[in-house]
Nanobody, 124 residues
Framework: QVQLVESGGGLVQAGGSLRLSCAAS????????MGWFRQTPGKEREFVAA????????YYANSVKGRFTISRDNAKNTVYLQMNSLKPEDTAVYYC?????????????????WGQGTQVTVSS
């Protein structure tokens, strides 16, 4: 069982930056693939970024490629999402997800564990 707690969300102006963190419980964090997803009211949750257990492989949605960076620190049981050049359309609740597989995945259904989410609001 893995518990995930996101932090770092908030209100930022367009063009600004935020760094989200996701702290995971459990001793086997280093063997889990991790992902970030986001959701806005009335829309389905969408993939943002993912990272393999080792951190060597990363995956991004086209909408965030070049602006967002996913990383992980297995010693701290934490995954990060650095978000730069934020746009109003990035406004959403951001969720951290984990799954006991090694390679990253962009598919929401392949993640077993989810955090409660953290709100990111980008003003124009």
């Amino acid at each position: 069982q893995v518990q995930l707690v996101e932090s770092g969300g908030g209100l930022v102006q367009a063009g600004g930056s935020l760094r989200l963190s996701c702290a995971a419980s459990g001793r086997t964090f280093s063997t889990y693939r991790m992902g970030w997803f986001r959701q806005t009211p009335g829309k389905e949750r969408e993939f943002v970024a993912a990272i393999s257990w080792s951190g060597l492989s990363t995956y991004y949605a086209n909408s965030v490629k070049g602006r967002f960076t996913i990383s992980r620190d297995n010693a701290k049981n934490t995954v990060y999402l650095q978000m730069n050049s934020l746009k109003p359309e990035d406004t959403a609740v951001y969720y951290c997800a984990a799954d006991p597989q090694t390679m990253g995945s962009m598919r929401e259904k392949e993640y077993d564990y989810w955090g409660q989410g953290t709100q990111v609001t980008v003003s124009s």
